[in-house]
């Protein structure tokens, strides 16, 4: 061990100082411990990011290790940037989604944008070319024009970033509700595509190799990004905005082509992104991983500006930086290789074989921890769990007795409200302004149940979605987190994937109080259920707490991110009705459960009731039904029922594609058991819609499985209008309202003018 | 025949293009470098898609002074064929290569979408294998893609037939919903008074394979090679 000497001008560590660092007494204390010695102000600022819950995942940690993490076919599980996953043929996909929720409700443009670069940078360092970007988005009431700014803000960060980088954004989803409101959801994902023997991971190896800075600049922005990630929103937030980083996919573009070079040539050992926490959390995770010691000069570090001191060069987010470790004698060919990209390499450190970690400036040594406890000796926490009454009686109370509107009397005035509901109407605005079609891959965008990429080289394709309902979840955390893991793999089946491997965004609010990380613990133990049951081990993910502002919580909203593989091109399976005369079935059980439903909402306003059931043997067989329904050719499409129910399923295969409206004529009158409106709009799960030339085939397939299966309909390609027969009444929409409702409400929206239009709400548009 | 395109940094569709030429054509394709004044010996340049030195300053202004752009000019000044495709219509309108310019959709957002696009004129080394009047499908993906010239010089792009590529409706109607950036005329496409550089903001490239939606664009590739092996 080194002596270790403040700086000169360091300000003096106070209790003050450390709370505003977000140590607690406790963790403070075991700072001391750890050092034998109070810390100096680098220490406090280096150990303030990592031991943040957004680096440490102190409160997650123990509750996240009971997910199931491991297949046959898992390359690399948590623990890495990306989990990587075999797809056979030698070749492998890595994929993992993380949160920007806190820098975009400051700032959505770079906020959102930011949170791309920073998940392409995850994907690049395993070795594999970013082949595509999903986004899962919540916001509060688009009738808000702060959360229009903020949804126009997101979209066009996103579309800027990644259009810019040239990597298509194929899927997602958006939700719309007021428990969104001052804290929206920005969760990314990104896909990559590598040959399996490329894979390269972040541990730093070799005593003497050097450890290289490369790609941009490291400036003052973002400066305890980590940190603001975790705590709740506030009225102070907005101060807080130089937390917030700057993007600039150009540089990104460059960086990821170098990077790709770089893990090609055999030049590096280990490769890492500065994302959270920067040089800190890089540096010392991969010293960590490799069981080393690092030391790093600061003066080292390629600055753009004068006068950094340590903490701010250690703390910096700048983006578009990664720290390598290079093999001994080979710097010159990782500068060249970084020089024909125009970017920068420079020599920062090197792997050192005694356990410490060690940041000098110039000779002084303004930082040592011992070994990787810096890493390790995060305290980990087991908060109180308690279910809040309030939502146990929410969830007591019956949905099925909330009286129904007069307008309700018909049941297509009902579909055209929801179909226009902001969370179930077509996102086209949005994905219009996302390049969807680069890199050639794309065989199904944005707007169906899945996206689907070609796999070149190959006779296989892969299907990727995000999915997670916060309603279900907020009634019910358990059956919740079931819910948004069956779904994605429903959504990635009616594509005729098989479900392979997730990813997951776990995003929830203060976890220090109990009935918040109730809900936490029990929406993973539901995740595992159905991960358990799926066979679609967690192969990493994030978690974002704190999502709390003045106005409370926001829905507990785990967002899955769901691979899934097909095996044969000619299995690939479209959402919309195809072929005039088709038979129409509904494959699993109709349940009739209209609580905590996207109707009660929309048309009641109420958020009340019991999630509908999820059954995850049922699903699991719904699923391998389906799949084996296409794998005999007898599908012709096939769509998931979710928000919204069967009629809103019914209609998205009529009008949900533009270039392929169909009608169709349902009789559901034998469903005599249920409600008119429960059959239509309640949302039970493990439903899927299918259209058949060969419905015996399928009804067959069914039996054999042990599904249930109905003939409920045929597809009209000619009829300009769904019409549905139901036990006590009878519903007939044109195709031409539906249509408008479901494609015009969007853009109508968001064409409205602010009612206030303040130099914060016009900046971040006016700066591109 | 050998196909050379130009890799600038932030071009993100020169994988498409070298895929569409190799695997869809079967001809040879290289990539060229932007620092390098080498062609290859390549008979077609194709300027991709992308954001070329990140847009900054304006589409295509600081590409244009690339080392490449030098050889690029010659290849195009003694005849030689040139596909500029959204970014690259950009740069050879920066370069002098074509006239007018791109400016920011009128809308002012990033557009993302499979458009209709009719052919205008089927007698150019690069729709030769098109009917006039025919409708394709093509996808767009640009934010800077309203095409603009002054009147004298839209009116003489007619009159010298040079408008090859409009965007239309799917029965081949024009209209304001059909373009999708509100280029003038409804301009999607334009080649040089010697008729061997084309410009064109639709990405012909993304459209060569019928598993991703449209084959239409194979035969724009195809006119090169007819006409340049004749």
Known sequence: MSEVTPRPGDPTITSALVAEHGLTKEEYERLIGMLGRAPTFTELGIVSALWSEHCSYKHSRPVLKTLPTTASYVLQGPGENAGVISIGDGLAVAFKIESHNHPSAVEPYQGAATGVGGILRDVFTMGARPIAMLNSLRFGSLDDSRVRYLFSGVVKGIGDYGNCVGIPTVAGEIVFDSAYENNPLVNAMCVGLMHEEDLIRAKAEGVGNPIMAVGARTGRDGIHGASFASEDLSAASDAKRPRIQVGDPFTEKLLLEASLELIKSGHIVAIQDMGAAGLTSSSAEMAERGDVGVTIDVTKVPTRESGMTPYEVLLSESQERMLVVARKGHEEEVRAILRKWDLTAAVIGEVIAELVYRVTEGERVVAEFPGSRLVTDCPTYSPDAREAPAIRDLRAADASVVPERAEEKDPAWTLEQLLSAPTIASKAWAYRQYDSTVRTNTVMGPGGDAAVLRVRGTNKAIAVKTDGNGRYVYLDPRVGGRIAVAEAARNVACTGARPMAITNCLNFGNPTRPEVFYQFREAVAGMAEACRALGTPVTGGNVSLYNESPSGAVYPTPVIGMVGLIDDLSHITRASFQRDGDTILLLGEMGGELGGSEYLATIHGEVIGAPPRCDVGREKAVIDALLEAIRSGVVSSAHDCSDGGLAVALAECCIGDRDCESGAEIDLSNYSSFSDRAILFGESQGRIVVSSSAPKRVLEIAQRMGVPCAQIGLVHRHSESLEITLPTGSMRSPLSRLSQAYHSTIPTVMARTPEHATFDELAPVAAH | ?230
């Open chain 2, 1 to 230: 025949m050998k196909f050379g395109i130009v890799t600038f940094p932030g071009s993100n569709c020169d994988y498409d293009a070298f895929h569409a030429i190799t695997e869809m054509l079967g001809e040879d394709a290289v990539y060229l470098w932007h620092k390098d004044h080498d062609l290859q010996g390549s008979d077609v340049i194709i300027l991709p898609g992308g954001f070329s030195y990140g847009d900054y300053l304006r589409p295509g202004a600081i590409a244009r002074f690339s080392p490449i752009m030098q050889e690029v000019a010659a290849h195009a000044k003694a005849g030689g064929p040139v596909v500029g495709v959204c970014n690259g219509f950009q740069i050879a309108c920066e370069a002098g290569l074509l006239p007018g310019a791109l400016m920011r959709n009128a809308n002012l957002q990033f557009v993302s979408a499979e458009v209709r696009v009719r052919i205008e004129k089927s007698d150019t080394m690069f729709t030769n294998l098109y009917e006039r009047g025919e409708v394709l499908r093509i996808p767009v993906a640009h934010g800077d893609g309203r095409y603009v010239a002054s009147a004298e010089v839209l009116d003489e792009l007619e009159a010298e037939g040079r408008v090859i590529f409009r965007y239309a409706d799917a029965n081949g109607t024009l209209s304001a919903d059909a373009n999708p950036n509100g280029s003038e005329r409804n301009i999607a496409g334009i080649i040089s008074d010697g008729g061997n550089v084309l410009g064109l903001m639709p990405h012909p490239e993304r459209a060569c394979s019928p598993l991703l939606g449209s084959n239409d664009g194979v035969r724009l590739f195809e006119s090169i090679l007819s006409r340049v092996a004749a």
